[in-house]
């Protein structure tokens, strides 16, 4: 029986890359100057609205350019979160069962979690 060894060099030949790797990385980006333009935004409707009642806050809510941006920014979020995620598990999953099943699995709580926050913004907004 003929044992072959290969070289690292030999492993790796073919491999290439993924070519995915940039459109990521601008993905992340985006996502965190989007939420970064949402937070100031947010905190300064806070300041804003320091102080306020329930009522105040449902009225706040019921504006469609409020609960649009509110909702732009829990997109962003979970989005921006994934991507983050999505890149340690690929890195540091060895195992091509649990890192498909991870991959899945972050899919789903991230859409999940999306859906319930915009959900609650959208019955806020229209209860008001």
């Known amino acids: 029986m003929a044992t072959s060894f290969r070289t690292p060099l030999a492993r790796a030949r073919g491999l290439g890359s993924a070519k995915e790797g940039v459109h990521h990385w601008k993905l992340q980006r985006v996502t965190s100057i989007s939420e970064l333009l949402l937070e100031i935004w947010f905190v300064t409707q806070l300041i804003r609205m ?3 009642g329930y009522s105040e806050w449902v009225a706040w809510f019921s504006s469609p350019i409020n609960a649009s941006l509110m909702s732009a920014w ?47 913004i959208v019955t806020i907004s229209l209860r008001g």
Not at 75 to 103: C, M, N, W
């Open 74 to 120: 829990m997109i962003s979020i979970f989005y921006h979160t994934k991507l983050g995620v999505q890149v340690v598990i690929e890195d540091y999953v060895d195992s091509r069962p649990y890192k498909i099943a991870a991959l899945l699995a972050l899919n789903l709580v991230a859409v999940a979690l999306a859906v319930a926050a915009i959900f609650s």
């Open 50 to 52: 320091a102080g306020s």
